[in-house]
């Protein structure tokens, strides 16, 4: 192990780290936003809508992410729509991310019992009294440890980016193999870079996790 050519190219590695987090993050926002969306839309069983959504989910949870950005950076510019890598990346990370999201949330809205709804109804309060204070807060609840799942494997999908030419995590470590052919090292380096990145994701996932079964029992 060469650890004068580890120390040389740990910046390198951490400025790739950063646009790998940046990309990463601005994807599974969309990707929450979207798989909201979807969840209300299949929750409320919107005519039209409904069916729209299902195709979405289908299509995007039975494609590669690797497919779905070679679609986008390549096949969209024949049509007269351009982007750069970085939105495309982004694009691709809302779009497969958004329908894990959907279903998390929807198997969480599901998972509370209809009476729930009615009860809160019959005391007075409005449909969106209901969902925001007594539906909501359970389905986050529940949904909670498929949704942070989700988070990871985004995260960790964000080494096909490479593909299109991100210099992220991936790419740097690609190239340097090739110019130096240091591969232990630079492996060495990926698989550190992506523990600092993945692992406190994953220990604050479980903090609160545990805090909110702890308190879904009253403890």
């Not at 970085?86 to 509370?112: I, K, N, P, W």
């Not at 960790?156 to 052919?181: P, R």
């Not at 380096?189 to 604050?204: D, T």
Request: glycine share 8%; net charge positive.
């Amino acid at each position: 192990m060469n650890w004068d050519f580890i120390i040389k190219y740990i910046p390198l590695y951490e400025k790739a780290a950063w646009l790998t987090l940046r990309i990463g993050w601005m994807g599974i926002a969309v990707a929450i936003l979207v798989g909201f969306v979807c969840a209300m839309i299949q929750y409320f069983k919107i005519p039209v809508f409904k069916q729209i959504v299902a195709v979405y989910i289908e299509l995007s949870r039975n494609t590669p992410l690797l497919v779905q950005l070679f679609f986008i950076y390549y096949g969209l510019p024949k049509i007269g729509i351009s982007t750069n890598a970085e939105v495309c990346g982004v694009a691709g990370m809302a779009f497969l991310g958004g329908s894990y999201m959907a279903e998390s949330f929807r198997s969480g809205l599901d998972a509370v019992e209809k009476v729930q709804m009615e009860s809160a109804l019959s005391l007075g309060m409005k449909p969106y009294q209901a969902m925001g204070y007594v539906i909501f807060p359970q389905a986050m609840s529940l949904s909670f440890p498929a949704f942070m799942a989700n988070i990871i494997f985004l995260l960790k999908e964000t080494s096909v980016f490479s593909a299109i030419s991100l210099m992220d995590l991936m790419f740097t470590a690609k190239d340097l193999i090739g110019v130096f052919y240091k591969t232990t090292e630079c492996l060495f380096l990926l698989v550190v870079f992506y523990l600092l990145i993945l692992l406190p994701v994953s220990l604050l996932g479980r903090w609160v996790e545990r805090r909110l079964r702890h308190g879904g029992f009253g403890a």
